[in-house]
């Protein structure tokens, strides 16, 4: 990893992994306002902030500002359609659905354009996995009433697409170079379209705040789209941001990734292969019983405590109890794996039934015929 002497750069379309010295560098570097205990208690129903998975933020006091005050604001996040929803994916889905429930309006973007500049996959190839990302979208819980969600592809929606010519005309070579570093024209042509993606909550809908919930390696466009903001669009509020902890891959790898299958699984996964992976996953676990016992376990470093944390561990009190027992040495790594599985499997089992009976809702929403 690079020392404090080198320039720590993160890369939306590569595989950054941070270490917990680097999120406290990125948050000083680039300005980022850090979830106090004020700030988490605003939101204490909000379970990624309250479990201090959201550990910073841009400008979330406007948002708190306009509930307090009725005022209408707005939660915009999206999804490359490049395969199925797993662990990482769903992190950001879950964040836009625990805003919604507070009451922001949810913008769901689509991004098949971006899919593919970085992937190579068609709009039409791209099609089928947009309509299984939006049916986990909603199997997961988020209200697609038009009132409350609007949900678009970036090829058809001309507000995005418009917004990216208009913005570009302040944009520079060597400015994007700043902040993404060499990348191919493609890439840069699809960030400056996921400014329309983050700005067009306040085109359509009026002047509003805008909170953007994504992991520190997507801080380059939100800080590409603050900047433009503020320079094209008068009136308008400077988009605003939560950022969560990435996970690591389930098998102690730096980070999920498609090369490496055994460090993530997806929401169409056989049941036998998600359990498998379970199985293998990195603990916190010491190298036997007995030092377990003497020791205590590691549950920081435990990917079973974290998907349980992340994603499938409704009570707060259990997850405390779990940490506390692993601590004191008494939760063994093969106890907690079993009941790990057990919830998982049941979720997964559950999430297919609600999704297959939500293809044609997702198909409509997206006008597939």
Known sequence: ??????????????????????????????????????????AIKNRYIR???????????????????????A?????KPSGPFHLGTSTTALEIIEFQKMGG???????????????????EESEEFAIDNIADLLALGLDPDPK?????????????????FKVSRL??????NAIYGEKSFGLYLS???????????????????????VGIDQDPHIRLTRDLTRRYYNGFFLPGATYHYLLAGIDGSEKMAKRNPNSYFTFNEPLESIERKIMGALTGGRRNKEEQQQLGGEPQKCMIYKILMYHFEDDDDRLTEAFQDCVRGE?????????????????????????EKLIDKAKEILKVE
């Open 331 to 355: 939760l063994m790594c093969g106890d907690h794996k079993k009941e790990c599985i057990e919830k998982v499997l049941k979720f997964i089992r559950e999430h297919k039934k609600k999704k």
């Open 105 to 123: 309006k949810a913008y769901y973007g689509i991004a098949d354009i971006e899919t593919w500049e970085d992937n190579g996959l068609t709009y």
């Open 1 to 42: 990893m690079p020392k404090n002497n080198k320039e720590l750069r993160i890369d939306p379309w590569g595989t950054t992994s941070l270490l917990e010295e680097d999120y406290v560098r990125l948050i000083k570097e680039f300005g980022i306002q850090e979830i106090d205990e004020k700030v988490r208690q605003k």
């Open 75 to 79: 939660v915009m996040s999206g999804i």
């Open 191 to 213: 960030a400056l379209v996921q400014v329309g993606d983050i700005v067009l909550p306040q085109i359509l809908d009026g002047p509003q705040p805008t909170v953007v919930p």
């Open 51 to 73: 479990r201090k998975i959201i550990f910073g933020h841009r400008d979330l006091q406007s948002v708190f500002k306009a509930v307090e005050t009725q005022q209408p604001w």
């Open 171 to 176: 944009v520079t070579q060597n400015m994007l």
């Open 148 to 164: 409350k969600a609007y949900i678009w592809r970036q090829s058809e929606e001309p507000i995005v697409k418009d917004a990216c």
